[in-house]
């Protein structure tokens, strides 16, 4: 026995020596596997890639733990398996993160610095993020290919994007036009509709009429925005507005001239304030679709900078809060003003800014995703390929079964989506302009006069074809070497990017190669603090994987966030629970020690050996039966129950039973029971190592590199040996 085991388990020294061993081998790459790990079926991943914001927390680790468990499991039953690592430019966050530091340190705007010094800037600090996130994944254990590794804004990346936006638009589904979008004030910025927050607040209800010459009473949370009025709509079943649709009023609202036409429309809710509703197209997407439909025109009455454009001159000019408390004052005045009700309102909020969402009407590139074309010689739509990627014949399978419900509901609400934004960090829109002209190309026209869009794309678009762009499409060769990796096998994110992320990518793969990106989605939830709360700076509950890791070993880590954790379900952790596990890896350590000292040097372990004693027949049993139920749920993706099953085994089986059985046994027996006891010990061991292994492969390839065990091959290295069947 190796004096090693004469001591504690000690991670600090040996994590890092064991990433070594594990990196020099090349068995991350699935080109270098040994032979027999190349036979099966192939497998792969992709990681969903970090934002290069920030360091990693308890929920990108819990995602980690979950995906490398996948990997090493995939890897140990013969899988020719690949696990492609990235992160992610996240555009609007990046940039924010790196002007906010600059006018703190600086004192200027990104204006003062132009657009080529911004981007070196945000360069250098993405790069130094990206350095630091590698190292936190390497500290988790994880066996990714790093010779894959991508960027979203790598130049690989970028002529994918390109390659896409250009066959989208040559096919009309990109398409640039005038809509009312989400328009950030604070990031001067579009942003998606999912890329929207909602904050409860207590708010007034206000109900009034636009002036004493029009018969109708409206309700509304925002009376400065009645000045972009153009219509007021009633529900066509509404018998109390039956006599007034078609009527049209002129008035002057808060010193602006308004021209209102009332209208039936069957989006109105009779029962929500007066059951009529003031149109405001230019300031809300609902009324936006509303007024195409009655071919209503549009009036905007607040800019880029949430300030007001018209009215009189207690309100031109006026921020949007300071405007509302002066048409409230101007409704008093005239008498016009019928009640005020305090009301809870939810208000949206930019993601990534905080800044409040003011709804402006922009000339910005949208992805139609209602658009009709041509594919197999049926019209379908993007939105159609989405739902049949979902629930058609070769379906995607969704884990936990209850998120696709959530998927198909988002679907069928989903509007065309704004891909534009007005920052600068990011994957350029690929479009010219000279004139009256407009020249979508992979690059940009020859000739004088032609100006690139100002703009850049959602990070969503380059991210959405992140399972086939890190294979190497658009480069037909390099595809094709990748082909049997794509669609990946599975793909594990949190649920709470079902909408930003995963159902993007399968719009995408979908579009472009008419194939899902994936076999299987499996959702994760939140990791919350011991006390069930949501981890966020205000509580000052958030627990840092590496300072956790550091103290008590990666393997403590990741079964803390594995054991009785369930798919899509949130979970608790704190110090108390990781450090359970670490007095477990001590435990299988200690376990280790015993038996190779009671079993003695002298003992060659014997794989096909048979003569078991009447005892070790009932444990051997009891093992196989074991090695099955986990490797059916392994399959089935129930890690949660595998990682328990392990522990009661090892722990109340094996340390708390057999082992004091077999003090006695090797003390007492004949020699036949301690021959067979020596053989189901090194069994028992070696099995119960091995199927550990995708949950804590530190201690356990430490451990194997000295157990007795008769398929010593591949430099020894348990990474890549038979999953115990």
Same mark, same amino acid.
């Given at each position: 026995?190796?004096?090693?085991?004469?001591?504690?388990?000690?991670?600090?020294?040996?994590?890092?020596?064991?990433?070594?061993?594990?990196?020099?081998?090349?068995? %991350?790459?699935?080109?270098?596997?040994?032979?027999?790990?190349?036979?099966?079926?192939?497998?792969?991943?992709?990681?969903?890639?970090?934002?290069?914001?920030?360091?990693?927390?308890?929920?990108?680790?819990?995602?980690?733990?979950?995906?490398?468990?996948?990997?090493?499991?995939?890897?140990?039953?013969?899988?020719?398996?690949?696990?492609?690592?990235?992160? #992610?430019?996240?555009?609007?966050?990046?940039?924010?993160?790196?002007?906010?530091?600059?006018?703190?340190?600086?004192?200027?705007?990104?204006?003062?610095?132009?657009?080529?010094?911004?981007?070196?800037?945000?360069?250098?600090?993405?790069?130094?993020?990206?350095?630091?996130?590698? /190292?936190?994944?390497?500290?988790?254990?994880?066996?990714?290919?790093?010779?894959?590794?991508?960027?979203?804004?790598?130049?690989?990346?970028?002529?994918?994007? &390109?390659?896409?936006?250009?066959?989208?638009?040559? #096919?009309?589904?990109?398409?640039?036009?005038?809509?009312?979008?989400?328009? #950030?004030?604070?990031?001067?910025?579009?942003?998606?509709?999912?890329?929207?927050?909602?904050?409860?607040?207590?708010? /007034?209800?206000?109900?009034?009429?636009?002036?004493?010459?029009?018969?109708?009473?409206?309700?509304?949370?925002?009376?400065?925005?009645?000045?972009?009025?153009?219509?007021?709509?009633?529900?066509?079943?509404?018998?109390?507005?039956?006599?007034?649709?078609?009527?049209?009023?002129?008035?002057?609202?808060?010193?602006?001239?308004?021209?209102?036409?009332?209208?039936?429309? &069957?989006?109105?809710?009779?029962? %929500?304030?007066?059951?009529?509703?003031?149109?405001?197209?230019?300031?809300?997407?609902?009324?936006?679709?509303?007024?195409?439909?009655?071919?209503?025109?549009?009036?905007?009455?607040?800019?880029?900078?949430?300030?007001?454009?018209?009215?009189?001159?207690?309100?031109?000019?006026? /921020?949007?809060?300071?405007?509302?408390?002066?048409?409230?004052?101007?409704?008093?005045?005239?008498?016009?003003?019928?009640?005020?009700?305090?009301?809870?309102?939810?208000?949206?909020?930019?993601?990534?800014?905080?800044?409040?969402?003011?709804?402006?009407?922009?000339?910005?590139?949208?992805?139609?995703?209602?658009?009709?074309?041509?594919?197999?010689?049926?019209?379908?739509?993007?939105?159609? @390929?989405? /739902?049949?990627?979902?629930?058609?014949?070769?379906?995607?399978?969704?884990?936990?079964? &209850?998120?696709?419900?959530?998927?198909?509901?988002?679907?069928?609400?989903?509007?065309?989506?704004?891909?534009?934004?007005?920052?600068?960090?990011?994957? &350029?829109?690929?479009?010219?302009?000279?004139?009256?002209?407009?020249?979508?190309?992979?690059?940009?026209?020859?000739?004088?006069?032609?100006?690139?869009?100002?703009?850049? @794309?959602?990070?969503?678009?380059?991210?959405?074809?992140?399972?086939?762009?890190?294979?190497?499409?658009?480069?037909?060769?390099?595809?094709?070497?990748?082909?049997?990796?794509?669609?990946?096998?599975?793909?594990?994110?949190?649920?709470?990017?079902?909408? %930003?992320?995963?159902?993007?990518?399968?719009?995408?793969?979908?579009?472009?190669?008419?194939?899902?990106?994936?076999?299987?989605?499996?959702?994760?939830?939140?990791?919350?603090?011991?006390?069930?709360?949501?981890?966020?700076?205000?509580?000052?509950?958030?627990?840092?994987?590496?300072?956790?890791?550091?103290?008590?070993?990666?393997?403590?880590?990741?079964?803390?966030?594995?054991?009785?954790?369930?798919?899509?379900?949130?979970?608790?952790?704190?110090?108390?629970?990781?450090?359970?596990?670490?007095?477990?890896?001590?435990?299988?350590?200690?376990?280790?020690?015993?038996?190779?000292?009671?079993?003695?040097?002298?003992?060659?372990?014997?794989?096909?050996?048979?003569?078991?004693?009447?005892?070790?027949?009932?444990?051997?049993?009891?093992?196989?039966?074991?090695?099955?139920?986990?490797?059916?749920?392994?399959?089935?993706?129930?890690?949660?129950?595998?990682?328990?099953?392990?522990?009661?085994?090892?722990?109340?089986?094996?340390?708390?039973?057999? @082992?004091?059985?077999?003090?006695?046994?090797?003390?007492?027996?004949?020699?036949?029971?301690?021959?067979?006891?020596?053989?189901?010990?090194?069994?028992?061991?070696?099995?119960?190592?091995?199927? @550990?292994?995708?949950?804590?492969?530190?201690?356990?390839?430490?451990?194997?590199?000295?157990?007795?065990?008769?398929?010593?091959?591949?430099?020894?290295?348990?990474?890549?040996?038979?999953?115990?069947?």
């Amino acid at each position: 026995m190796n004096d090693k085991f004469l001591k504690p388990y000690d991670p600090k020294t040996t994590e890092d020596r064991i990433y070594a061993l594990w990196e020099e081998s090349g068995f %991350f790459n699935p080109d270098k596997l040994p032979e027999r790990n190349q036979k099966g079926e192939p497998f792969s991943i992709v990681l969903p890639p970090p934002n290069v914001t920030g360091v990693l927390h308890m929920g990108s680790a819990l995602m980690l733990a979950i995906e490398d468990i996948m990997v090493r499991y995939a890897r140990m039953k013969g899988k020719k398996t690949v696990w492609i690592p990235g992160t #992610d430019h996240a555009a609007i966050a990046t940039q924010a993160v790196v002007e906010k530091d600059i006018q703190k340190k600086e004192g200027k705007s990104r204006h003062d610095l132009g657009r080529e010094e911004l981007l070196k800037r945000i360069d250098v600090f993405a790069q130094q993020s990206r350095d630091t996130i590698v /190292k936190q994944m390497r500290k988790m254990g994880c066996s990714i290919d790093w010779s894959r590794e991508a960027f979203t804004l790598d130049e690989a990346r970028n002529f994918a994007v &390109r390659t896409a936006f250009k066959k989208m638009y040559d #096919d009309g589904l990109i398409y640039r036009g005038n809509r009312v979008v989400n328009w #950030d004030p604070k990031g001067q910025t579009t942003i998606s509709d999912d890329e929207i927050e909602y904050e409860t607040r207590k708010t /007034k209800l206000y109900t009034f009429k636009y002036s004493k010459d029009i018969p109708i009473s409206i309700s509304t949370t925002r009376p400065e925005t009645k000045l972009g009025d153009t219509a007021i709509a009633v529900h066509p079943d509404d018998a109390r507005y039956a006599h007034y649709v078609g009527k049209e009023y002129d008035a002057v609202f808060a010193g602006e001239p308004i021209h209102l036409k009332v209208i039936a429309d &069957r989006s109105v809710e009779p029962e %929500f304030g007066t059951g009529a509703l003031g149109v405001t197209p230019a300031h809300s997407s609902i009324d936006w679709e509303m007024a195409q439909r009655h071919v209503l025109p549009l009036k905007q009455v607040i800019n880029e900078y949430a300030k007001m454009t018209a009215g009189s001159d207690a309100i031109k000019g006026k /921020k949007v809060a300071e405007a509302r408390e002066a048409v409230v004052a101007w409704l008093k005045e005239q008498g016009l003003l019928e009640k005020e009700e305090d009301i809870e309102h939810n208000i949206s909020i930019a993601q990534r800014t905080g800044g409040v969402i003011e709804p402006l009407p922009k000339l910005q590139w949208f992805v139609g995703v209602n658009t009709e074309f041509e594919r197999d010689g049926k019209t379908t739509t993007l939105k159609t @390929l989405m /739902k049949e990627a979902v629930a058609g014949s070769s379906a995607i399978q969704v884990i936990p079964e &209850r998120f696709e419900k959530v998927y198909f509901h988002w679907i069928e609400n989903l509007r065309d989506w704004c891909i534009s934004r007005q920052i600068w960090y990011g994957h &350029r829109v690929p479009v010219w302009y000279k004139g009256a002209e407009l020249y979508c190309g992979m690059e940009a026209p020859k000739g004088e006069g032609w100006t690139q869009d100002e703009d850049t @794309l959602d990070t969503w678009f380059s991210s959405g074809l992140w399972t086939f762009s890190t294979l190497g499409w658009p480069d037909e060769a390099e595809f094709k070497k990748n082909r049997a990796y794509h669609p990946t096998t599975i793909l594990e994110t949190g649920s709470d990017i079902l909408f %930003f992320w995963v159902a993007r990518m399968i719009l995408m793969s979908t579009y472009l190669l008419n194939e899902a990106p994936f076999k299987t989605v499996y959702l994760h939830g939140l990791v919350r603090d011991a006390q069930g709360r949501k981890i966020s700076k205000s509580l000052g509950n958030n627990i840092d994987p590496l300072d956790m890791i550091a103290k008590y070993g990666a393997d403590a880590v990741r079964m803390s966030l594995i054991v009785g954790v369930g798919p899509g379900n949130d979970s608790k952790v704190g110090e108390d629970k990781i450090k359970a596990y670490k007095l477990f890896a001590n435990k299988v350590w200690n376990m280790t020690r015993f038996i190779l000292t009671a079993v003695g040097e002298d003992v060659t372990y014997d794989p096909t050996f048979t003569a078991w004693s009447s005892a070790d027949a009932v444990h051997i049993q009891r093992l196989n039966e074991l090695l099955n139920e986990i490797t059916k749920e392994m399959d089935e993706f129930k890690f949660y129950l595998v990682s328990e099953k392990l522990y009661a085994y090892a722990w109340h089986e094996v340390a708390d039973v057999i @082992l004091e059985e077999s003090k006695k046994i090797l003390a007492e027996g004949s020699p036949e029971e301690i021959v067979s006891r020596k053989q189901f010990l090194l069994q028992c061991l070696i099995r119960m190592i091995a199927a @550990l292994h995708p949950f804590m492969p530190y201690v356990t390839e430490e451990i194997w590199a000295d157990l007795p065990h008769s398929n010593k091959s591949d430099k020894s290295l348990l990474m890549v040996e038979k999953w115990p069947v």
